[in-house]
């Protein structure tokens, strides 16, 4: 059975770096409850990564894994207008 996959925009922090992409959600899976069952990296695509010490976005890529143990928080955003 197929599901359907929303992109979520979201914001995640490290202790180094901000990062703004999408993740793929399925459409009434709240966002703790994805975090709880991603393995080891999580799928960003669209991402920009920003560094929290200095000026300026770092890299733009299509698609980035992030280590899910290296987040120190996450949180939805509206979607870019």
């Known amino acids: 059975m197929n599901q359907r996959i929303d992109a979520t925009r979201v914001a995640i922090y490290t202790r180094?770096?901000?990062?703004v992409?999408?993740?793929?959600?399925?459409?009434?899976?709240?966002?703790?409850?994805?975090?709880?069952?991603?393995?080891?990296?999580?799928?960003?695509?669209d991402a920009?990564?920003?560094a929290l010490?200095?000026?300026?976005?770092?890299?733009?890529?299509?698609f980035i894994n992030v280590n899910r143990d290296t987040i120190q928080f996450i949180n939805p955003l509206p979607e870019a207008g």
């Open 16 to 19: 180094d770096f901000r990062i």
């Open 21 to 45: 992409g999408y993740i793929g959600l399925i459409p009434g899976v709240r966002l703790t409850d994805y975090m709880v069952e991603t393995k080891s990296f999580m799928a960003v695509t």
């Open 48 to 50: 920009e990564v920003t």
């Open 53 to 62: 010490a200095g000026d300026g976005t770092i890299i733009e890529r299509g």
